[in-house]
């Protein structure tokens, strides 16, 4: 099975920016959805992002809309997302994950990287 790292936290001031990305150890097929989500201490898998692979088009939900950017590299199948205006709420583990169908819920994707964490220092 193709594994995915990602890779790219750290601790960031509020207001700052992260970059992370995300690797796939085989070829990401045009016909599958990417998507990040991240996990805050106590809280429910939050859909952040997905991307589908072929096409490229982008959708996120109404939190994150306008500050985060999902992108990807198809010759390196490699995952992105740019985060700006960091503030504390988004400290939380980030995780990258691909499955073939779009959904904003984590039970939809079926193959998770290991996670990234992101610390916003307020």
């Known amino acids: 099975q193709v594994q995915l790292q990602a890779c790219g936290g750290g601790l960031v001031q509020a207001g700052g920016s992260l970059s992370l990305s995300c690797a796939s150890s085989?070829?990401?097929?045009?016909?599958?959805?990417m998507a990040w989500f991240r996990q805050a201490p106590g809280k429910e898998r939050e859909f952040l992002a997905a991307i589908r692979w072929g096409r490229g088009s982008t959708y996120y939900p109404d939190s994150v809309k306008g500050r985060f950017t999902v992108s990807r590299d198809t010759a390196t199948n490699t995952l992105f997302l740019q985060m700006n205006s960091l503030n504390s709420d988004d400290t939380a583990i980030y995780y990258c994950a691909s499955g073939t169908e779009l959904s904003y819920s984590h039970r939809s994707y079926y193959n998770w990287g290991r996670g990234t964490l992101v610390t916003v220092s307020s």
């Open positions: 085989g070829r990401v097929y045009s016909s599958a959805v």
